[in-house]
């Protein structure tokens, strides 16, 4: 059964640091470009970080640039998000997706940041 379970969110102060995690049963998952997305109560889902199928390249959305990093363990199946700096607009509950993503999603993980 292809499954993704996010892990890795909590709570932290303001300027603080986490390290999600996302492990992909994907049967080709090394073909895929994987994406995190946050979404946060009566907001749309928004687009995070993106990382290549290689894992040579990431994208970042304007709002995380320069304090997140996105990378990939394709002999594993796992995707990453280090998260520095954190504000409390990061709260969210975070997923992670194949990008353009797939109808399934996991739970999420839930990240508060207090300031």
């Known amino acids: 059964q292809e499954q993704l379970v996010e892990s890795g969110g909590g709570l932290v102060q303001a300027g603080g640091s986490l390290r999600l995690s996302c492990a992909a049963s994907l049967r080709t998952f090394s073909n895929y470009v994987m994406a995190w997305f946050r979404q946060t109560p009566g907001k749309e889902r928004e687009f995070v970080a993106t990382?290549?199928?290689?894992?040579?390249?990431?994208n970042y959305a304007d709002s995380v640039k320069g304090r997140f990093t996105i990378s990939r363990d394709n002999a594993n199946h796992m995707v990453y998000l280090q998260m520095n700096s954190l504000q409390p607009d990061d709260t969210a509950v975070y997923y992670c997706?194949?990008?353009?993503?797939?109808?399934?999603w996991g739970q999420g993980t839930q990240v508060t940041v207090s300031s």
């Open positions: 990382i290549s199928w290689s894992g040579s390249r990431g």
């Open positions: 997706n194949t990008k353009p993503p797939r109808d399934s």
